[in-house]
């Protein structure tokens, strides 16, 4: 489970490029995440995805814990983001993810803004 958790992560969020077949191999249909108590369903997910691709130039994550058990994995981990603008923003994810069948069905996650501005303090939940 928790190949799944970070692979995703690798493979979407570090990825420059939007990749909606990525996303369907990674999360089910019927995805809900909750991001700092904004609640996106799977379409809304893939606007978020959307919107950070264009806004950012790079991210990159470092896993700084990784736990799973019972369907369950929970990570702490840190995204770099360098926007477009140039500016960089650093934040601490606290992060619980359901997967069922192979894929991730719902995520629960608390972001801190570690470093940057306040452009960048909603870059877990914007779309």
Same mark, same amino acid.
């Given at each position: 489970?928790?190949?799944?958790?970070?692979?995703?992560?690798?493979?979407?969020?570090?990825?420059?490029? !939007?990749?909606?077949?990525?996303?369907? $191999? !990674?999360?089910?249909?019927? !995805?809900?995440?909750?991001?700092?108590?904004?609640?996106?369903?799977?379409?809304?997910?893939?606007?978020?995805? $959307?919107?950070?691709? #264009?806004?950012?130039?790079?991210? $990159?994550? +470092?896993?700084?814990?990784?736990?799973?058990?019972?369907?369950?994995?929970?990570?702490?981990?840190?995204?770099?983001?360098?926007?477009? +603008? #140039?500016?960089?923003?650093?934040?601490?994810?606290?992060?619980?993810?359901?997967?069922?069948?192979?894929?991730?069905?719902?995520?629960?996650?608390?972001?801190?803004?570690?470093?940057?501005?306040?452009? #960048?303090?909603?870059?877990?939940?914007?779309?």
């Amino acid at each position: 489970m928790e190949k799944i958790v970070i692979g995703m992560l690798k493979d979407i969020i570090e990825n420059p490029h !939007y990749d909606e077949k990525l996303i369907h $191999q !990674y999360f089910a249909n019927e !995805y809900k995440q909750t991001v700092d108590h904004i609640t996106l369903d799977l379409d809304q997910f893939k606007k978020h995805i $959307q919107k950070l691709k #264009g806004l950012s130039q790079s991210a $990159q994550i +470092d896993i700084l814990n990784c736990v799973s058990g019972n369907e369950t994995v929970f990570t702490k981990h840190k995204v770099c983001s360098t926007l477009k +603008d #140039g500016s960089i923003h650093t934040h601490k994810v606290l992060a619980e993810f359901k997967i069922s069948n192979g894929k991730i069905i719902n995520c629960e996650e608390l972001t801190f803004l570690m470093e940057g501005s306040d452009t #960048g303090k909603h870059l877990g939940s914007v779309f």
